[in-house]
Nanobody
Framework: VQLQAYGGGLVQAGDSLRLSCVASGRTFSRYSMGWWRQTPGKEREFVAIISWTGDTTNYADSVKGRFTISRGNADYTVYLQMNGLKVEDTAVYYC????????????????WGQGTQVTVSS
């Protein structure tokens, strides 16, 4: 499975940005996808996950009410709509993919994209 994430950029605090991630290759019919982010010197932290039906989502407390994860109309596509961006949201955002149910814990996701940089200026 290969993941391609894109949509990052430089924005100002309060702006919005939408990240996209597309999975390809030997994908599964039942899968979950999610987003994590990482800043230099820190561990990769959870942002949001979604199940293959879209019925199950989970968010980090730090992004609840501002970020929305959703599935695209095309299979194996997931979006992260980020509204009300804050300087502390600055990070490299990674999408991840796994077979089966949406569960927490990045170690449960064996497939990762290359990351896309999001920079929020004050």
């Amino acid at each position: 499975v290969q993941l391609q994430a894109y949509g990052g950029g430089l924005v100002q605090a309060g702006d919005s940005l939408r990240l996209s991630c597309v999975a390809s290759g030997r994908t599964f019919s039942r899968y979950s996808m999610g987003w994590w982010r990482q800043t230099p010197g820190k561990e990769r932290e959870f942002v949001a996950i979604i199940s293959w039906t879209g019925d199950t989502t989970n968010y980090a407390d730090s992004v609840k009410g501002r970020f929305t994860i959703s599935r695209g109309n095309a299979d194996y596509t997931v979006y992260l709509q980020m509204n009300g961006l804050k300087v502390e949201d600055t990070a490299v955002y990674y999408c991840a993919y796994k077979y089966g149910a949406a569960v927490l814990g990045r170690k449960n996701y064996p497939y990762w994209g290359q990351g896309t940089q999001v920079t929020v200026s004050s």
